[in-house]
């Protein structure tokens, strides 16, 4: 057999493979997973790259331009806040933060709302409909307001921002695995397993839900950057990660004053939230096209 | 339809029971004694302590409070505000008007620019215009809009100096006493030279602000729609009757996709809504999002229990409509 030389083609591609190929036809997705990782090196090693602390503050330093404006200093590149604390390393940390945010909400309304999802389809009948109509609850309550309501009673903070951001989110993943598994039950290898004798614990998470997978995860790669742009919100009206944390909402709340004398101080965290979330999102469609050609939108 | 419409009736009473529950639980979670957090006054005697305790119902049992609670809801009795002693129900009708035309030009804003915009790339599928607005779609609804509306304010406001920074309308200069709340038509309806003028100035700012994910939304759905309808028999057999290309479009194509136009608008309500917090605090509009907000830093508890109440069952009731005008032009949902 070491012989005979089959063309590459006739052999079935692996899963990654065949996704990669898929995925780098996007040149969005891969320009945006370029971005994405890019950030994530910036967020893991911020402790070596960004030139200072986030909460240092340099004495007679405030307010300075980018390096490259009038007035600007070489050591502080992106210029200095009204503290005097260097832009570049207060992005720098706000990223690490941003990231953590997005991928904690993520994780905990997916692990939950798989739970949920998966509970609700099997289980059917009262506990269905109660947990249905739950969500439906938190889905008619408008997303920013439904966490201002859980902030204002926990108290603004980084935690209570993930908590109000993870049960904003919640429904989706929950309905959206609810709606899969229940697609799947009809389907023949369902019974067969059910016939073999597979416990209901076994059928739910090793039977059904990888079968559920390829939709959820474009979603929660979706809910990432949604959640960074709500814990941004919170942040900038004041109710998420308090000073001095250099959280990239909060720092634009701090900079508002200083739209007419400033304006970079403003324009750059900003810029960061749009950078990251659009990034996160390109990816996520090419996530999409790549791994759901269902849910392809041409 | 009728039964239809029952049904989608009856299954909106449960919402509204759980979403008056999770408010009536929720200031009860605040932290501090109930009374203090609902009075607002700190280190009260215990004398006035028991009295409030009684006035408040706070003796009685947890679930006769809540029926208590239901019941005054169900009187239109929302509480009374700390900060103003009004109550909540009259500054949140007083203040919705403005939320309520700031979503509205918001939504049309989106709606007028977004279809055109997506039918054209769709035709022009491939194009530059197509790849340019795919673009900035993607930054669309990525968009941070409180930093949008700030680098607005930045560029057109304090740069260009070509629109106001807050408010409504120039109160130095106009006043009137609102007729329907709706300041682009009291301007007209007030007769003073410049006022409409004014207050379209104050609205254009932030109107684009609020209006940009919508927008983004609108234009991408469209674009896909359409694409999707374009490659349909009926639009072959229409170019084969040698209709016009606009004819085939306009009249052939673009009906039938906007059903899912017609659903992607209605479901932004509840985004709009949010959306309106965060643009009527960096313009300074006297909406209900800024009041909402507000009432947070004064720890006006009472208003922002009521306030969230008549937000949710708002779009609570917005979605029930938008459900039931849909189930109007689809029979297949009807029937599902």
Redesign the interface.
């Known amino acids: 057999m070491a012989n005979v030389t089959t063309p590459a083609t006739a052999q079935p591609a692996g899963p990654f493979v065949a996704f990669w190929s898929a995925f780098s036809q996007n040149r969005g997705a891969v320009g945006g997973l370029v971005i994405l990782l890019t950030i994530i090196i910036l967020a893991v090693f911020a402790d070596w790259i960004a030139p200072y602390s986030a909460i240092e503050q340099f004495r007679g330093m405030t307010k300075l331009p980018p390096a490259w404006a009038e007035g600007g200093d070489k050591h502080f590149w992106l210029g200095t806040d009204a503290l005097g604390r260097d832009m570049l390393s207060r992005l720098i940390y706000g990223a690490r933060i941003s990231l953590f945010i997005g991928l904690s909400v993520m994780s905990v309304s997916v692990a939950i709302g798989i739970t949920l999802g998966l509970v609700a389809a099997f289980m059917g009948g009262a506990v269905d409909s109660v947990l249905m109509r739950i969500m439906d609850l938190i889905m008619s309550i408008p997303s920013l307001v439904l966490a201002i309501l859980v902030v204002s009673i926990l108290g603004p903070s980084l935690t209570n921002t993930i908590v109000a951001v993870s049960v904003v989110y919640l429904p989706n993943y929950v309905r959206l695995v609810r709606g899969s598994a229940l697609a799947e039950f009809g389907k023949d290898y369902i019974i067969a397993a059910k016939v073999a004798g597979v416990g209901p614990i076994r059928l739910m998470f090793v039977t059904v839900l990888p079968n559920c997978l390829a939709p959820l995860i474009v979603q929660a790669a979706l809910g990432v950057s949604n959640a960074i742009l709500e814990a941004a919100a919170l942040g900038f009206l004041g109710l998420g990660a308090q000073p001095p944390t250099p959280e990239w909402g909060a720092m634009l709340a701090d900079a508002r004053e200083f739209i007419r004398s400033n304006p970079w101080i403003v324009t750059l965290p900003g810029l960061a939230i749009l950078v990251s979330v659009v990034s996160i999102n390109l990816f996520g469609d090419g996530l999409r096209d790549a791994l759901d050609p269902k849910l392809r939108r041409s | 339809m009728i039964k239809f419409i029952l049904r989608r009736l009856l299954l909106t009473i449960?919402?509204f029971v759980?979403?008056m529950f999770?408010t009536f639980i929720?200031i009860r979670?605040?932290?501090g004694d109930p009374v203090e957090v609902r009075t607002g006054e700190h280190g009260i005697s215990p004398e006035r302590l028991a009295y409030f305790r009684h006035e408040l119902g706070l003796d009685q049992p947890v679930w006769k409070q809540f029926l208590d609670y239901v019941w005054q809801l169900l009187h239109g009795d929302f509480g009374v505000s700390l900060s103003s002693n009004e109550k909540v129900l009259t500054e949140f009708l007083t203040l919705f008007p403005a939320t309520l035309e700031l979503s509205l030009v918001a939504i049309l804003f989106a709606v007028i620019l977004g279809i055109p915009a997506g039918v054209f790339a769709a035709v022009k599928r491939g194009s530059w215009f197509d790849h340019t607005l795919m673009?900035a779609a993607?930054?669309g609804?990525?968009?941070?809009i409180?930093?949008?509306g700030?680098?607005l304010?930045?560029l057109v406001s304090?740069g260009w100096h070509l629109t106001p920074v807050a408010g409504r309308i120039d109160m130095i200069k106009y006043y009137f006493e609102p007729t329907t709340g709706f300041m682009l038509i009291d301007s007209l309806l007030s007769d003073q030279k410049g006022a409409f003028l004014s207050a379209v100035h104050h609205l254009v700012l932030p109107m684009i602000v609020l209006g940009t994910v919508p927008l983004a939304v609108i234009a991408?759905m469209t674009r896909?729609s359409m694409?999707?309808v374009l490659s349909e028999d009926y639009v072959r057999t229409a170019r084969a009757k040698g209709l016009s290309e606009f004819r085939v479009i306009s009249l052939h194509a673009l009906r039938n996709a906007l059903i899912p136009v017609v659903t992607v608008v209605g479901l932004q309500v509840?985004?709009l809504?949010?959306?309106a917090?965060?643009t009527e605090?960096i313009f300074s509009w006297p909406g209900v999002g800024k009041w909402?907000?507000d009432s947070?830093?004064r720890r006006d508890?009472p208003a922002?229990q009521g306030g969230?109440l008549l937000?949710?069952s708002l779009?609570?009731i917005v979605?029930l409509l938008v459900d039931l005008l849909y189930g109007a032009i689809n029979p297949r949902i009807r029937h599902g």
């Not at chain 2, 609804?141 to 941070?144: A, L, Q, T, Y």
């Open positions: 449960p919402t759980a979403l999770v929720a979670l605040v932290p673009g993607v930054a609804f990525s968009m941070p409180f930093w949008w700030l680098l304010i930045m304090e991408r896909s694409l999707e509840g985004g809504l949010a959306g917090v965060l605090t909402l907000i947070i830093g508890y922002l969230i937000i949710s779009v609570i979605n």
